[in-house]
């Protein structure tokens, strides 16, 4: 049986109804026409409005997300990291009110000459997308091969994109390079960034931080729609040319936080790359005991260091006779541990560490400057 409920709210035509002869006919029948138009224009801009505000919503959502598993749990940053998430989430929950909203509006507009007359026999096809990929299965192992077999096949296209900066370039290298449309490219891109930064290249690290930006931007997308991001390389290309300021802002913020990150890391790994070679410096140097002889030989009393200086073992013997004997052994005990004094075998003669003091001075010289 056929169901003509939807019928029965229809918005009558202009020119349907009467007037009175007194009034100029035509001209009401336009203005009335006009009326409906900008309420029907006007309801578009609404639509389109929300659906901007939507996808900006979601965006956002989703990176600080991703920022939040990425970001360590001790982190200061991971508080207003959070907060950020649960404002976000509110607004979440005020989109999807107002999204019911829109469709019971939309619903009960009444059909007018102007919409119930689209075309009847009009169909869109959609190409099918290929779908993502999924590596969620793949252990650390196979993901690291994955990685380096990557790097191997495609390094010198990853440094080429990564000395890109038009957009139209990009996207046509990435067209024609379709396999770096992928996680490995980003993550190489991120590492290159880093190295950059601790190589003091900063613009050239800003220069490949934009390209990272870009591969990420792509990827997020493919992830919403859930689409390989090799079909979304085009779309990412077209709307950040043609975005409107608050996109393009939103790009640029996110490019400036990268940039940040990238610093604060590289400046910590340098801090790493020092704190390893001292320690390395240190446990090289240590005596027989275990003990560091750089340490040791700052914690003695001045009248044991001008002994050590001077290597003079007699003077050594007398200034130790003349201590207290606890204090004595204490201290003798120490330098024995550190390799600073080699006590003698059968009939050698005990000697002490040459430049012991010279050594401890320009160790902890080189130290400071590697600091600095």
Known sequence: MVDYSKWKDIEISDDEDETHPNIDTPSLFRWRHQARVERMEERRREKEEFEQKKSETYRKLSETKRKIAETDPKSPDMESLRKALSE??????????????????????????????????????????????????????????????????????????????????????????????????????????????????????????????????????????????????????????????????SFDDELEQFKARIRKRAAEKIQEAIHEQEEEERKARLGPGGLDPVEVYEELPDELKKCFDAQDVPMLQETIAKMPEQEAVYYMKRCVDAGLWVPGKNDEEPKMKENAGESGAATSSASTEDVD
């Open 88 to 249: 976000l989430e509110k607004v979440e929950k005020e989109i999807q009110r107002k999204e019911e909203e829109l469709r019971k509006k939309e619903k009960q507009t009444p059909w007018n000459v102007d919409t119930i007359s689209a075309p009847g026999f009009t169909k869109t096809v959609i190409n099918t997308k290929p779908a993502r990929s999924k590596d969620e299965n793949l252990t650390e192992e196979e993901k690291e091969a994955k990685m380096k077999k990557f790097i191997k096949e495609n390094e010198k296209f990853l440094k080429q994109f990564g000395m890109l900066r038009k957009y139209d370039d990009s996207k046509k290298f990435l067209l024609d390079h379709n396999q770096l449309v992928c996680e490995e490219t980003a993550n190489y891109l991120v590492i290159w960034c880093i190295n950059l930064e601790m190589e003091e290249k900063h613009d050239l690290m800003a220069h490949v931080a934009h390209q990272t930006i870009c591969m990420q931007y792509i990827l997020e997308l493919s992830k919403q729609l859930d689409v390989d991001p090799r079909a979304c390389v085009g779309s990412f290309f077209s709307k950040i040319q043609l975005a409107e300021k608050t996109y393009k802002d």
